[in-house]
């Protein structure tokens, strides 16, 4: 089967993704606004059958956000790679069907190579959920263009000595600091709050 991402914005791009001989294959468009995938079925004998699929791909405007701190209660933040003033705590969305802590647990692991898990450190679930206006030059990630995120709140307390492994492809560096200060540099107000709360 042959599978084309089409991106209709400047210039058609198409990723080949698989093939097999004498299959169908699949055009999957996708919008410049992210408001809707439409996939274009082509059969063997030419026949063009469309459908939209809505909101495929994009994201829910659900994350969770993971505090981290050390024994010494120094916290980690992370610097942002598309941003190099907006320094943050692990966050990142909730995949459709995932439970809340479990996205902890992977984004923890994704974006600092601790694995919880395998540590046997627990994350902290806070019960606690913020809302808040998801930045303009972001919305287009979200379905329905969404405005408004809600963030599940978690933190964990790791030993002092805990190594980190940043994913290049989101972070680019990373401090400790002590709970003033890491509530100082953090972007985000609601990051803020949790830091502060711990």
């Not at 001989?21 to 809707?36: M, S, T, V």
């Not at 701190?69 to 003033?85: A, G, H, S, T, V």
């Not at 809302?131 to 995120?149: G, T, V």
């Amino acid at each position: 089967m042959l599978v084309y991402w089409v991106f209709p914005w400047q210039s058609l791009l198409l990723l080949e993704i698989g093939q097999a001989f004498g299959l169908p294959f699949f055009c999957l468009f996708y919008g410049r606004d992210a408001q809707k995938l439409t996939v274009v079925r082509i059969t063997w004998y030419n026949k063009m059958v469309l459908t939209p699929m809505e909101n495929i791909m994009l994201r829910q405007p659900l994350s969770v956000l993971v505090v981290i701190y050390n024994q010494n209660k120094q916290f980690l933040i992370l610097q942002r790679k598309d941003d190099p003033e907006f320094w943050q705590s692990v966050t990142g969305g909730i995949d459709r069907g995932e439970e809340p802590l479990t996205t902890a647990y992977r984004e923890l692991k994704e974006e600092t190579g601790i694995d919880a898990h395998a540590l046997g450190i627990k994350i902290k679930q806070h019960n606690s959920i913020n809302q808040y206006e998801i930045r303009p030059q972001w919305r287009h990630r979200y379905e329905s263009n969404a405005k408004i995120n809600s963030e599940h709140v978690f933190s964990v307390c790791v030993p002092n000595d805990v190594q980190v492994t940043l994913c290049d492809e989101e972070h680019t560096d990373y401090i400790w600091l002590n709970q003033q200060s890491a509530a100082n540099k953090v972007w985000s107000a609601s990051n803020k709050k949790e830091i502060l709360a711990i």
